[in-house]
């Protein structure tokens, strides 16, 4: 079955570093999604992604965030200079279709952590 | 905006006992509704979805019936079992078109002792 996959599965650095979280989204999805689960907190959306633009972003997707899709399979997220409370697990997510009932797939997770 | 409350955890039970995870939301027009399950080192999974006023979802046992005179989704299974011990998340899609987020509730982390 497919499914989306998440690089890497721990991230390490230091506060000021830039970070690239990557996934690979399932090949026929055409929406791409960030979320994050600061711990003990819920899962917060960051960001949706389609037509190789965003199509909708959270108030904390300020502009330390940056997404991307540089090729045909990958999907990364970027944190331009990272601060101790983006430690947190990032999931990625995908769908084939938009809208209400359409499923999201989600990844694993990378949990960064910010130190 | 849009927002999910759940019942806080963690909930413990034996195996074959009956599980209830309270939901309720608060969002305009119709979302749909999900609940998702996350196992220990794992990602999210959906477990089940309902997309109308009334709909039942279901899989693997679990069931959740959409009411929306009471804005809630409660998650149910009838006998547990030991596997089942995972994070339980209740979300919503709201009813708008293109790229629609996710909004979850808090999770609910439940243990099933044998």
């Known amino acids: 079955e497919p499914e989306v996959t998440q690089t890497p599965s721990h991230q390490v650095t230091q506060m000021g570093q830039e970070v690239i979280l990557r996934c690979v989204p399932i090949?026929?999805?055409?929406?791409f999604y960030w979320y994050r689960q600061i711990l003990g907190q819920k899962v917060e959306f960051l960001v949706s992604?389609?037509?190789?633009?965003?199509?909708?972003k959270s108030e904390i997707f300020d502009d330390q965030f940056s997404v991307e899709r540089p090729d045909g399979s990958n999907f990364t997220l970027k944190i331009r200079s990272t601060k101790l409370e983006d430690s947190a697990m990032y999931f990625c997510?995908?769908?084939?279709?938009?809208?209400?009932?359409?499923?999201?797939?989600f990844g694993p997770g990378t949990r960064l952590t910010v130190t | 905006g849009d927002s999910v409350t759940q019942m806080e955890g963690p909930v413990t039970l034996s195996e074959e006992a009956f599980l209830t995870i309270n939901c309720t939301y608060t969002?305009?027009?119709?979302?749909?509704l999900f609940w998702y399950v996350q196992y220990p080192g794992e990602g999210l999974q959906l477990l089940l979805k309902?997309?109308?006023?009334?709909d039942k979802g279901s899989n693997k046992g679990f069931e959740a019936t959409y009411r929306k005179e009471t804005t809630s989704f409660h998650l149910e299974k009838g006998s547990v079992q030991v596997s089942d011990s995972a994070v339980y998340f209740c979300?919503?899609?709201?009813?708008?078109?293109?790229?629609?987020?996710?909004?979850f509730g808090g999770g609910t982390r439940v243990l099933v002792k044998p």
């Open positions: 090949s026929n999805h055409l929406y």
């Open positions: 979300a919503l899609s709201g009813s708008q078109a293109a790229g629609n987020k996710l909004t």
């Open positions: 969002a305009t027009g119709y979302p749909s």
């Open positions: 992604f389609y037509n190789n633009e965003i199509s909708e």
């Open positions: 997510a995908s769908s084939r279709l938009a809208g209400g009932p359409n499923e999201q797939y």
């Open positions: 309902a997309t109308k006023a009334d």
